[in-house]
């Protein structure tokens, strides 16, 4: 079935290469160079190569067999392409850069397919400064995070929308609901305690409206893509159109936190990117309180979520867990009482 759509869209690329890409020339070859399987769909990486020049691809196409069949699919793929349209248009209005070009509409194909934007994830670029000594301290890895501030910021003005009113009661609710699933994890009551009440105090504090725009949601090292002149984002499958502009910024702060639990990334190199990240992004004083309590509800949904491993693979489960235990321990105590005493 995915050979057969991957030949149709194909097929219409090399149709559409002139359309495409006008000031290239004509199309001499189309290829695809690569492949990465995923949990529901494959991504096809693509080259066109044209008159002057080369041009990269990337056709995603989701797997009915894995996300619910066909109808499910071809929705998923709608959904995809129009947040894709969304927000490539209004970073282009605002004169800046990094989410891909939508290339046609192949979502009744249950598929998606733009241009790439090439670079390395900027996790890869974390784990190279953790394993390699000296590495962190050429300055990249600050560079790297500043620069992902940077085009977070800009992304969020140029989606940005009226200020929305600030549930703070729909917070605590969400983090009890969690710390309950965390629990039955076996996390310890003190941590539990000492986040809940962290939460509600900085609650108490907190402002009335919260900033409001678009939110990427997979905001992380994983899916940020570090370019020559800055980064892209490319995942835009769980796009938000309104929300919690600072949902993006926590999301992002506790997944880097989160590397902590290998034994390689030290919190030296956690801080620092923390850090840049948050001096390029801008967040006020009145919103770091807030930051560190959905920093906190996202690391905690990690730790409830649990690591996905096979039935019979009960032993790195259970190191997964007594792993996560310890750290989100350490990250509680670290970070609320901060917020508490804001």
């Not at 835009?236 to 997944?255: H, P």
């Not at 930051?291 to 096979?310: D, S």
């Not at 019979?312 to 670290?334: C, D, E, S, Y």
């Amino acid at each position: 079935m995915a050979d057969t759509v991957l030949e149709q869209i194909l097929a219409e690329l090399r149709r559409a290469a002139l359309t495409y890409f006008p000031d290239k020339g004509e199309l001499k070859n189309l290829r695809v160079v690569g492949h990465t399987p995923k949990n529901d769909h494959m991504i096809y990486d693509v080259c066109a190569d044209l008159g002057q020049g080369s041009e990269r691809m990337a056709i995603k196409i989701y797997r009915p067999g894995k996300c619910g069949g066909a109808a499910t699919a071809c929705s998923l793929a709608r959904q995809e392409t129009a947040n894709l349209e969304f927000a490539h248009q209004a970073m282009l209005k605002k004169k800046l850069c990094g989410i891909p070009r939508p290339l046609g509409d192949s979502s009744d194909q249950g598929a998606v397919v733009t241009e790439k934007i090439s670079g390395l994830p900027l996790q890869s670029i974390i784990m190279k400064a953790a394993l390699l000594p000296g590495f962190a301290d050429t300055g990249s890895i600050a560079l790297a995070a500043r620069r992902a501030g940077q085009w977070l910021r800009g992304f969020h003005k140029a989606t940005a929308d009226m200020p929305e009113p600030f549930d703070g009661a729909g917070l605590i609710a969400g983090l009890e609901k969690i710390c309950r699933s965390c629990r039955e994890e076996g996390l310890d009551e003190a941590s539990i305690r000492v986040v809940l009440d962290g939460a509600r105090a900085v609650v108490a504090r907190a402002r009335k409206t919260m900033p409001s725009s678009a939110v990427l949601t997979d905001f992380t090292p994983l899916n940020v893509v570090v370019t020559e002149n800055g980064v892209g984002f490319c995942d835009l499958a769980r796009m938000k159109r309104r929300g919690n502009s600072l949902e993006d910024v926590a999301n992002f702060l506790a997944s880097v936190e989160a590397l902590e639990k290998y034994p390689f990334c030290n919190r030296t190199i956690t801080g620092q990117i923390q850090e840049s990240f948050l001096e390029t992004y801008g967040a006020s004083q009145a919103d770091l309180s807030v930051l560190r309590v959905l920093k906190m509800k996202a690391l905690l949904g990690m730790f409830a979520h649990g690591r996905v491993v096979k039935d019979n693979a009960l032993r790195k489960r259970i190191m997964w867990a007594t792993v996560m235990k310890k750290f989100i321990h350490q990250a509680a105590r670290r970070s609320m009482p901060p917020a508490a005493a804001a």
